[in-house]
């Protein structure tokens, strides 16, 4: 979708001000200025209104709509009280689709929006489809245009009208943005922005510290740092836990069930994500659950269990099915990919890796599950002999796994150092196991 076309605030409706107004309306109804001050003012009076000369009180705006059967509001402002109800409903309207997950759908209401945001020249009201329409798009997949609508949203956020509170889900959102990119280090330095923000607020903001914690503690584990991502994951927990909110403790139970993975603490990571399962169950948020089926059969395949693996894997692929994210049907197709592969079987393992690679294309914001599924693929090559193809898809998985900024290269390192083994070139394969020693990890679920 191209680009939308979206002009300033439309200043010419509203340049004029109250006596310009005045005056049309005046005119309009075919009174002079005595007939229209009726005794109650001088003609002067209204003439000095007319000319900007004098700004009128709020008790006089209500008089004089009433004598032109106009609303007061149109009158100060230029726009009537049922033009903003028109723009407020829209953004409403795009709002609740996107609460909904219906990102397409909510981007064309935000677009349909744009003209009468425009036109009440409310800037609250055009933070809000900023950042709507934002956060949507990210979702969808186009997060570079997100990030741009939100850098605009910032700006206007830094106004007196908005408070600290106002800011900080702003910049939240555009360090999530920024993490989808894989752009870490401004992501933390975002989050650590927007905790500043709240804690600066005298507003409530529990939700949104919860949310920030959870966001940070993924960059955190992304850059391996185990010991401060569990450090804000625990401090989700405890907020999500004393508001009593199923969606924060699912958001902050998934993260702690993730580290403990990543941590090889595997039975308690399993822990974990059935506590997530269960809070988004009481939410009936069947894609989360999806999320979680999917990350639970990954850990009973770790924990020796592969029929429970399987059948996790199954139900996953299901929902996923069912809510139609292709993003998620990729992700557990190449978690089956892994399970077959590290089952023995390579050709079903290459069969759904390439289903997961042609499902996720090229999408920016998915290259560690891009990484992830041209690791599987390589290996499954690299174990039917085809070491040709082996070489460039794992140079390839190479590529899309060294912009993560967190190590999981160095898979692809280890199994380029196996595929020089079995070359003969066990030099280059020294070079190569040696290269990941550092931060040894296998390709993950």
Not at 115 to 135: C, H, N, Q, T, Y
Request: one cysteine or more.
């Amino acid at each position: 979708m191209p680009t939308p076309t979206r002009g300033a605030i439309d200043a010419t409706r509203h340049a004029g001000g109250v006596g310009e107004r005045l005056r049309e309306l005046r005119v309009s109804a075919g009174l002079t200025q005595s007939e229209l001050a009726r005794g109650r003012f001088s003609k002067e009076y209204i003439s000095q209104i007319e000319r900007g000369k004098t700004r009128p009180t709020e008790e006089t705006v209500v008089w004089l709509a009433s004598r032109l059967g106009v609303d007061p509001t149109y009158l100060a402002s230029g726009v009537s009280d049922d033009d903003r109800a028109r723009a407020e409903t829209i953004v409403a309207r795009a709002e609740a689709l996107a609460v909904r997950r219906e990102y397409d759908a909510a981007i064309d209401a935000y677009l349909q929006a744009a003209d009468a945001v425009s036109a009440i020249g409310s800037v609250g009201l055009e933070v809000r489809a900023l950042s709507g329409e934002a956060w949507a798009r990210v979702q969808s997949g186009d997060v570079r245009l997100g990030i741009r609508l939100l850098e605009r949203a910032r700006g206007l956020v830094e106004g007196p009208a908005f408070s600290d509170l106002d800011r900080a889900e702003v910049v939240f959102r555009l360090g999530a943005a920024r993490y989808l990119i894989s752009s870490l280090a401004t992501s933390i330095a975002l989050f650590d922005e927007a905790l500043a923000l709240v804690d600066r607020s005298a507003l409530p903001s529990d939700p949104l510290r919860a949310s920030i914690l959870t966001w940070r503690s993924r960059c955190y584990r992304r850059q391996r740092d185990y010991e401060a991502a569990r450090e804000d994951v625990e401090r989700a927990l405890e907020l999500a836990e004393s508001m009593a909110d199923p969606q924060a403790l699912g958001e902050a139970y998934f993260q702690a069930s993730l580290i403990a993975e990543r941590d090889g603490h595997w039975v308690l990571a399993r822990t974990y994500a059935k506590r997530a399962k269960a809070q988004y169950e009481v939410l009936s948020d069947r894609m989360n659950i999806g999320r979680l089926l999917n990350n639970l059969g990954g850990l009973e395949f770790l924990l020796g269990n592969p029929a429970k693996a399987i059948a996790s894997l199954r139900q996953a692929f299901a929902l996923s099915l069912e809510h139609g994210n292709d993003d998620d049907v990729a992700t557990v197709i190449s978690s089956l990919a892994q399970v077959h592969l590290r089952s023995g079987d390579a050709l079903a393992a290459e069969e759904h890796a390439r289903q997961a690679l042609s499902r996720l294309g090229d999408r920016e914001d998915r290259t560690d599950e891009i990484g992830n599924a041209r690791l599987v693929l390589g290996r499954a090559l690299l174990e039917q002999g085809r070491l040709e193809e082996a070489e460039a898809v794992l140079a390839q998985a190479e590529d899309a796994l060294s912009q993560l900024s967190s190590g999981s290269h160095r898979a692809a390192w280890v199994a380029q150092g196996d595929l020089a083994r079995r070359r003969g070139d066990d030099r280059r394969a020294a070079v190569l196991y040696r290269r990941a020693a550092e931060a040894l990890q296998d390709f993950r679920f």
